[in-house]
């Protein structure tokens, strides 16, 4: 059953991907070509006033440079023949280089490109795979015809696709070079570097058994055979290691069931991560170290994330209760406590009546105000700004810190805003305080850093001015734009690290957890998508019919990308489980593990490989991980787990550890902990020593009793729906009442049929469907508006009918129309209880909703409710009814200015209209 639901959902997906024929596809393109061609024109301009731009400022980027170093290496043939000077030399001597680019242009060397070349013996380049087809040309340019270049590279840890990098390029090279001849060397040849010098052999087996299943052409971009699989060095280097008294298998598979999501399911796997970290501490786990084995210390762990952002944060925390951690400079700079302090007083300088940066500054190390001390103050003035407050207050504390900001405020009128943070650095002595802090040298670096960014932005800025700057820190914050800061060490050398793949590449670690391996791969594409090959491709947005769809050129681009991006994921993985080099540990969290292994094993066939089109319909690592233990002969738990065969397990080298535990279990050995600090306090006999202050018991007790004079508002919602609103006025009924027509269908739900109901006419066009019902929605569904099984859903009777009713006419003759129209206005609360009295029944509550329909009709507006529900009298709806029409009302005369005429209920179970 399982099998013939993945084949349908797979049909179904092709059969959008065809769905219409040639002459729409060039209707589409028609379409789209003046569109495409006005942005390339837009993007075109803005590049030259870009470039206008920089060359005032005397500023180029990275980018600029490879692009310009290029012109200045090759020209394009086509433009070479045409070129009088400095070109035509080269032709005039005969020695006219040439090159191939990747569009199938030929470009010429040109007299610098040559004289370049003859300055370099040897070209040495490592990482190849990270190039981009810029780059490569620019190296092609200045060696000896590619005879003198020598470039070592891994295309299986090509992870920087964000950058432009083609590992292609360096694939192809490797594809097309023989294997290098000591004896008869023919140039350009390959040498395979298959030794790993860093894991050990079980690591190895573990790596290359999950890459033979998943990686090849397809997905990866690589065919994982002999000449891509590892092998061990470690046995067979000259500094062979002492054995290890305990074990190891080649990897560790923790696998977590939790119902879990979000932050809850980051906690769960820090502290089960905590508790695999502190039992291997205290039973001295072994690891080597030279020659000798000694006993694990906090520092030989790893922890690593595919996106440190959301997830690294949770992790710290958790694990710096029982723990020292140091985590890589993913970390938010503009969070970083050093850097918030100086941005709060750049912000109190600049505008000094924002409350929460002068609460900041006035609490932090500079001025020091007590807590206590701001109360007291604020308590004399609670309805003004904080700043007003201080200003009014006559204290020595106040007087100072209002005397400091004047003074910082004149000298922002005259220096720039780096000569400003230099001075605050010194004068207030900013730097000698945070020296003091933990990490203060790495605190100290941060803060010199962002005067660095200040006078960067001073050279490049127009607006030089402080609120310029500060508005570019609310712009990067808001886009999530992180700047670079300086490495966060830990107090303690002796800590678990934690950072992202990414920023693992090249670095080895004794033991190596991969967290997280449960965040699904991002898939959703813009609505707009380029592609270096293939091109643009764009949704059509209709703007008559108000409804936009996708073409043909942007679904192939789209599938395309979405191959790209899981072979990025695939060779992300791989640098992850490379990183070990003694034990490696992958944790897994899967909301039901039964139905993941059963959807999982669908895509598993008796073939050697996993096939690519299962592999890139997984959502995650922990699926290729499953995928793989499936197959593996340490999989037994799993596969036993949905009576699965063992016919598809293969055959390696290397035992799996593969646990399964639930978050209930790490729950319970978290509670079973010694008592912290703060349940020490509870012990009886240590409140019976204490002595009752009376003054201060009776402060207690009035802040205690206070009493809130707008309790009765308690449970009134800030926000809420018409819906919600009307059902909590017929609370006894508006239930049972609400089964449409077509309850009791079997191959549809009353939800389903209803939400295709309200779609439909929602995106109709009324004249359409009121000459030919049936050939429009065919009509529909070939441009993709409205799609088979939505179809099946519609009851075409009792549609014709209301197609053909006066009301329809109606519709149809206004001259302003508005479906589906979302409104949001307030309304008093005494709206929603009734109760309420005095100034509380005035308090305001938002009101949001959406009405079906409304359209025009003699300058007044007329309000249209669908109801599909299941009645024999009109009396029982205008009771459920009237009060959402009575709200709706209200609404638009709020949001239009227009008087309503009326509000009808059409009742598609009647056929028939109801004016409310």
């Avoid at 040639?22 to 070509?33: G, H, I, V």
């Avoid at 980018?63 to 035509?88: F, R, S």
């Avoid at 079973?672 to 207690?700: M, R, T, Y």
């Amino acid at each position: 059953m399982e099998y013939r639901k993945k084949i349908k959902e797979t049909i179904e997906k092709l059969k959008k991907l065809f769905s219409i024929n040639e002459a729409e596809y060039y209707e589409d393109f028609c379409k789209l070509f003046p569109l495409i061609r006005s942005l390339f024109y837009a993007v075109k301009k803005f590049k030259e006033e870009l470039k206008k731009f920089k060359l005032k400022k005397n500023i180029l980027d990275f980018g600029d440079l490879e692009h310009l170093l290029l012109k200045l290496l090759v020209i394009d043939k086509d433009a070479y023949a045409e070129i009088a000077t400095p070109y035509a030399y080269i032709a005039q001597t005969g020695n006219q280089q040439t090159l191939n680019s990747s569009t199938g242009k030929i470009l010429v060397k040109t007299k610098l490109a040559q004289n370049l070349s003859e300055e370099f013996d040897e070209i040495l380049i490592d990482e190849y795979q990270d190039t981009n087809e810029i780059q490569d040309l620019i190296f092609r340019a200045i060696s000896k015809q590619e005879k003198n270049l020598f470039i070592v590279g891994d295309a299986k840890q090509s992870i920087y696709g964000f950058r432009q990098a083609m590992p292609e390029i360096f694939i192809k090279k490797k594809e097309t070079y023989e294997l290098y001849n000591q004896i008869m060397p023919i140039f350009p040849a390959k040498i395979i570097l298959e030794k790993n010098f860093r894991s050990k052999k079980e690591i190895i087996d573990a790596v290359n058994f999950i890459f033979d299943q998943l990686m090849s052409c397809d997905i990866g971009g690589i065919n994982y055979d002999q000449e891509e699989k590892m092998v061990a060095g470690i046995e067979n280097s000259k500094n062979k290691a002492a054995p290890l008294e305990q074990k190891e298998k080649s990897l560790y598979l923790n696998i977590i069931e939790s119902e879990n999501s979000g932050e809850e399911l980051d906690v769960i796997e820090a502290r089960y991560t905590a508790q695999i970290i502190n039992k291997m501490v205290s039973e001295g786990y072994k690891v080597q170290d030279g020659d000798t084995s000694r006993p694990v210390k906090f520092s030989d762990f790893c922890i690593l994330f595919r996106n440190t952002k959301q997830h690294m944060e949770t992790f710290k925390r958790i694990l710096e209760e029982s723990m020292s951690v140091c985590s890589d400079t993913s970390e938010n700079f503009f969070a970083l406590r050093e850097i918030t302090t100086v941005i709060s007083l750049l912000r109190v300088i600049d505008n000094p009546v924002q409350d929460i940066p002068l609460l900041a500054v006035l609490t932090g190390p500079i001025f020091g105000f007590s807590l206590d001390e701001l109360a007291q103050i604020r308590s004399k003035d609670k309805e003004n700004a904080l700043f007003i407050s201080i200003k009014n207050t006559a204290n020595s504390h106040c007087i100072y810190f209002l005397e400091k900001l004047e003074e910082y405020r004149n000298l922002a009128k005259t220096l720039t805003i780096s000569h400003l943070l230099d001075y605050i650095y010194y004068k207030l002595g900013i730097i000698s305080m945070i020296q003091v802090f933990d990490n203060g040298n790495s605190k100290v670096a941060n803060l010199k850093r962002f005067l660095l960014y200040a006078r960067d932005y001073e050279r490049s800025a127009q607006n030089n001015s402080l609120s310029g700057f500060l508005n570019l820190i609310d712009k990067l914050e808001a886009n999530q734009t992180n700047l670079e800061g300086n490495s966060a060490e830990s107090k303690s050398e002796n800590a678990v690290k934690i950072m992202s793949i990414h920023r693992s590449k090249g670095l080895e670690f004794p033991i190596c957890i991969l967290a997280n391996c449960s965040r699904k791969f991002h898939k959703d594409h813009e609505d707009l998508l380029l592609h270096p090959k293939l091109g643009i491709g764009m949704k059509i947005r209709d703007l008559e019919k108000m409804y936009q769809y996708t073409t043909l050129q942007r679904e192939a681009i789209s599938l395309e990308i979405k191959k790209e991006e899981t072979s990025e994921e695939l060779r992300i993985l791989y640098v992850a489980l490379t990183r070990a080099k003694q034990k490696l540990i992958l944790l897994s969290t899967v909301k039901n593990l039964t139905k993941t292994l059963q959807r999982l094993s669908i895509g598993i066939a008796s073939h050697k490989k996993t096939l690519a089109f299962t592999i890139k319909n997984c959502q995650s690592f922990t699926d290729w991980l499953l995928l793989c233990a499936l197959r593996h002969p340490s999989g037994d738990i799993l596969r036993e787990m949905i009576y699965m065969e063992n016919e598809i397990v293969e055959i390696t080298e290397g035992n799996w550890e593969i646990e399964i535990v639930t978050s209930k279990i790490i729950a319970q050995k978290d509670s079973s902990d010694p008592p912290g600090p703060e349940k020490a306090h509870s012990d009886p006999d240590i409140i019976k020593k204490s002595v009752c202050d009376h003054e201060i018991f009776l402060e207690l007790s009035r802040r205690f009793d206070y009493y809130y004079d707008k309790k009765d508002l308690l449970g009134i919602p800030a926000k809420i729906s018409v819906s919600e609103l009307a059902k909590s006025y017929n609370s006894d009924s508006y239930e049972a009442n609400l089964k449409p027509s077509f309850l009791d269908s079997q191959k549809h739900t009353a939800t389903e049929r209803g939400s295709a109901l309200h779609y439909f006419l929602q995106v109709a066009d009324f004249n359409k469907a009121k000459n030919n019902l049936k050939n429009y929605c065919f009509e529909l569904i070939k441009t993709g508006i409205l799609s088979e099984q939505q179809k099946t859903m519609l009851d075409f009777e009792k549609l014709h009918i209301f197609f053909q009713s006066d009301l329809v006419k109606r519709i149809l003759a206004s001259p302003y129309v508005l479906r589906e129209y979302r409104f949001t206005v307030d309304i008093k609360s005494s709206t929603i209880k009734k109760d309420l009295t005095g100034n509380l029944k005035d308090e305001l509550v938002v009101l949001q909703g959406a009405i079906d329909c409304i359209f025009e009709e003699d300058g007044y507006i007329v309000i249209v409710d669908y109801k599909t529900d299941k009645t024999k009298t009109t009396k029982k709806l205008v009771e459920l009814y009237s009060h959402q029409l009575n709200l709706y009302r209200y609404a638009i005369e709020r949001c239009t200015d227009k008087k309503v005429k009326s509000c009808i209920i059409y009742s598609f179970d009647l056929g028939k209209e109801i004016i409310i």
